[in-house]
Structure formats: C-alpha cells, structure tokens
C-alpha cells in the first residue's frame, strides 16, 4: 500500500483566517514533505521533515508553519495567507531523505485545493 | 543546483500510438529518475523511476531509458489508451549536496490521447 491521505480536499480561507491541513501516511516512512502546485506547473518543494525534524524549508514565508506530531502525521498550519497562496498543496512521504543515501521513491497525496480570499 | 527541463510541452497521440517524452538534466551527480503522472485534480502518482546504474526499465506499456553521458532519459508510453491522457512530470534527484530527498521537476508535458 503506497497510500498518503490528505484532508480536507479543499479549503476557502479569509486573508485573516487560520487553517491547518492534515497529511498521514501508514508505510512506515521516516520522511515527509510539503510540496505547493500552481496551475500548469510542476510541484515546488516547500519543507521536508526527515525523522520527525524539519530538515529544509526552502524560503517558505513564516505564515506557512509545517508541524511533525508523529512519524505517521504531517501539518501545515496556515495564518494570513495571500490571495497569491491559493494552489494545490501535496503531501508527499519517502522511506528516508538523507543526504549521501540514494534518494528513495516520494509517494504523494491527492492534495488540499486550496482558494484564499 | 539542479535543472531539468522537458519536452515536449503538449503531445497528442491516437490511440495505440506510442508516445515519447524526454528530459534532460544538468546535475552528472544526480542518480534517481523517477516519471510522475498527475491526473485532473489528483496528486502525482509514480509510474516508473530509474536509477543511474541502469540504462532501461520496462513496466508492461510503459518503459524509461537513461542516457548518463547525454545526460538525458526518456519516457516511452507503447499502445497508449485514452486513458493515458494526463499531465506528466519528469524528475530528477541526489545531485550533489540535495540528495535529502529533493526532486527537481521537469515543467510537465500535457499527452493526449484521441480515441
């Protein structure tokens, strides 16, 4: 099973509004990550959580806030979003993200479409 | 870093033709290649990855090839069905200093397929 859930499916949130989506895997992956999907583009890369500690956030502005309860769960909690943030957010889990080892197979989620008004 | 880029943008294909995507890299260090296909409102869905000590994969219609020295590999699609139409992501990953894990995506190629 190469399942990762996702919810809520979508989301419409008020610029002053505070949100968090929820991402769980059960394969026993030990990294997880947070990808945002614009229309017609490729996934982009925003944080990744190896062993339940973020390891990268690639310049992600501080109103996005990823939290790693658990092996199994991922949150990205959302505070004054932009219009400019509306896209697709992927979830995404790997057995491992650590440097110097092969990369292994990323299996993502079908993602929380989100709109900010 | 890492820059992959992909072509072509859109293909359009009849149904049993086969279809060709290619990519390529610029990272000699990278040495995961993995093809993602993202149907409309779903999340990608990995449909076969390649890694640098092999130069072919097969799975049933579908099948990757690496050319290392080119730096390039490519996705062939045999028989294609219309359900094959999706957008579809090629990728790139354990270059030098980025190998936690990051994949660096080509900008996609719309196929479609006519029934």
């Known amino acids: 099973d190469t399942e990762v859930t996702q919810t809520p499916k979508h989301l419409v949130m008020g610029m002053t509004n505070k949100k968090s989506l929820k991402c769980e895997q059960h394969?026993?992956?030990?990294?997880m990550y947070w990808y945002k999907q614009k229309a017609k583009k490729p996934p982009e890369l925003m944080f990744v959580?190896?062993?339940?500690?973020?390891?990268i956030n690639e310049s992600v502005p501080s109103r996005f806030s990823p939290e790693c309860p658990n092996s199994s769960l991922l949150n990205l909690h959302l505070h004054a979003l932009q219009p400019e943030d509306s896209a697709l957010y992927l979830c995404?889990?790997?057995?491992?993200?650590?440097?110097?080892?092969?990369?292994?197979?990323?299996?993502f989620g079908p993602g929380t479409r989100l709109t900010v008004t | 870093g890492e820059n992959v880029e992909q072509h072509p943008s859109t293909l359009s294909v009849q149904e049993g033709d086969s279809a060709v995507i290619k990519c390529t890299y610029s990272?000699?260090?990278?040495?995961?290649f993995p093809w993602y296909k993202q149907e409309l409102g779903k999340g990608p869905q990995l449909i076969i990855d390649?890694?640098?000590?092999?130069g072919e994969k097969k799975d049933q219609r579908i099948a990757v090839t690496l050319n290392k020295t080119a730096k390039h590999f490519s996705l062939h699609i045999t028989e294609t069905q219309p359900e094959d139409s999706a957008v579809y992501f090629c990728?790139?990953?354990?270059?030098?200093?980025?190998?936690?894990?990051?994949?660096?995506f080509g900008q996609g190629t719309i196929l479609t397929v006519h029934p």
């Open positions: 995404a889990s790997s057995q491992h993200a650590e440097t110097g080892i092969s990369p292994r197979e990323q299996y």
């Open positions: 394969m026993g992956h030990r990294a």
């Open positions: 959580y190896s062993y339940e500690k973020l390891s």
């Open positions: 990272d000699s260090a990278s040495n995961y």
């Open positions: 390649i890694r640098s000590n092999v």
């Open positions: 990728a790139a990953s354990g270059g030098g200093g980025t190998s936690y894990g990051k994949l660096t």
